[in-house]
Each structure stands twice: as structure tokens, then as C-alpha cells.
């Protein structure tokens, strides 16, 4: 098993930046592969970006290709979100999660384990 704590959301006007991180304990950290979700107030949960167990591959959603990077630290079983030239509509709760069974994903069904989420609003 493992545990996941997100941290780092908060209130940011459009145009700005946060960084998301997700501390996990329990089970090694380096044998999860890991993603970012969102989900907006009358929305589906959806994805946002996914790392590699080694951090080697990354994956992102079309809506933040080229303004979300995502990263791990194995060391410090931890993965981020860097979000820059935040929009509106980012506006989510965000969730990270964790699975053992797949190299890496951006469907919500091979994730394991999540998090309790972390607010992010942008104003406008």
C-alpha cells in the first residue's frame, strides 16, 4: 500500500504559477508509476499528466502540453506538478495517483491508490 499527500494548491490569478507536490509513504516509491487528475466543479475526473517509474517518460494532457511539467524525486518519494501560465479554466481539484500495474497511463481505472486532492482556483 501506499499513501499519497498532495500540497500546493491554492489561489493564483491567470497567468501565474503553483507547484503541486505529492509525498508518498508505505511501499517503495520507485516501483509506482504516477499521474496527476483534475476534476472541476460539475466535471469528470480527468487527466492531466503521468511519470514513469524511473521518470524517464512523461505523458500530458493536450489542454497543458507545454505549460505543466511534471517530475519525481525518488529520494524523496515525491512527485510535482509545475503549473506555469495558469488559466481559468485549470480551475480543478487536483489528485495525484499511484499504480504498480501499468509503466505508465493516462486512464483513471489503472490507477491504485489516490490522494485526497488539493484545490486550485485562478482567477481572471
Known amino acids: 500500500q501506499v499513501q499519497l499527500v498532495e500540497s500546493g494548491g491554492g489561489l493564483v490569478q491567470a497567468g501565474g504559477s503553483l507547484r503541486l507536490s505529492c509525498a508518498a509513504s508505505?511501499?517503495?516509491?520507485?516501483?509506482?508509476?504516477m499521474g496527476w487528475f483534475r476534476q472541476a466543479p460539475g466535471k469528470e475526473r480527468e487527466f492531466v499528466s503521468a511519470?514513469?517509474?524511473?521518470?524517464?517518460?512523461?505523458s500530458y494532457a493536450d489542454s497543458v502540453k507545454g505549460r505543466f511539467t511534471i517530475s519525481r524525486d525518488n529520494a524523496k518519494n515525491t512527485v510535482y506538478l509545475q503549473m506555469n501560465s495558469l488559466k481559468p479554466e485549470d480551475t480543478a481539484v487536483y489528485y495525484c495517483?499511484?499504480?504498480?500495474?501499468?509503466?505508465?497511463?493516462?486512464?483513471?481505472?489503472?490507477?491504485?491508490?489516490w490522494g485526497q486532492g488539493t484545490q486550485v482556483t485562478v482567477s481572471s
Open positions: 508505505g511501499r517503495p516509491f520507485g516501483s509506482y508509476a
Open positions: 495517483a499511484a499504480t504498480v500495474s501499468s509503466p505508465m497511463s493516462t486512464i483513471e481505472s489503472r490507477y491504485n491508490h
Open positions: 511519470i514513469s517509474r524511473s521518470g524517464g517518460s512523461t
